[in-house]
């Protein structure tokens, strides 16, 4: 058999068994910042909770670095829903609802600010104010309740 022919097997027998297989996009889909998942009522929570966790100016970290320490007694917007999403869910989810849609109502308050990381760079740019803050916790709460009365299995 010469080097071709045995090359080519080769080849044929990794693809027939799925090693050469071209990899599934499921990383890429699980990271999708335009994803848009199922809501839930635990999203709502999620939203109340984090709303609690942010009440006072004194409460928020406006320099976000996306890490958020159990013992930490300052959040950013994002470390406060994270916090707030293994609170009510016992894990958390990068691209769960509650942290999808807040990242949507980002992109409608603020348009053409291009941010690299929706929430880290709101909750950073210095023309944000706590009050900023929770208006997208209050809009984020709106926009939940809309679409789970909007799919909601009983209309």
Excluded at 10 to 19: E, F, M, Q, T, W
Excluded at 38 to 45: H, K, R, T
């Amino acid at each position: 058999m010469s080097a071709k022919s045995l090359a080519f097997a080769v080849a044929v027998l990794l693809i027939s068994s799925g090693v050469a297989q071209p990899k599934s996009s499921s990383k890429k889909d699980s990271d999708d910042p335009d994803a848009r998942p199922p809501v839930s009522q635990a999203d709502l929570q999620i939203v109340q909770r984090a709303q609690k966790i942010l009440d006072s100016p004194t409460k928020w970290n406006r320099a976000d670095t996306r890490v958020c320490p159990a013992e930490a007694k300052t959040f950013s917007l994002y470390c406060a829903l994270e916090k707030a999403t293994v609170e009510v869910t016992g894990s958390f989810q990068h691209r769960g609802a509650a942290m999808q849609e807040s990242r949507f109502v980002i992109d409608e308050i603020a348009p053409n600010r291009n941010y690299h990381h929706r929430l880290k760079d709101y909750n950073n740019d210095p023309t944000t104010t706590f009050a900023d803050v929770q208006k997208v916790l209050r809009l984020l709460q709106q926009r939940i309740a809309d679409r789970l009365a909007k799919e909601s299995p009983n209309k």
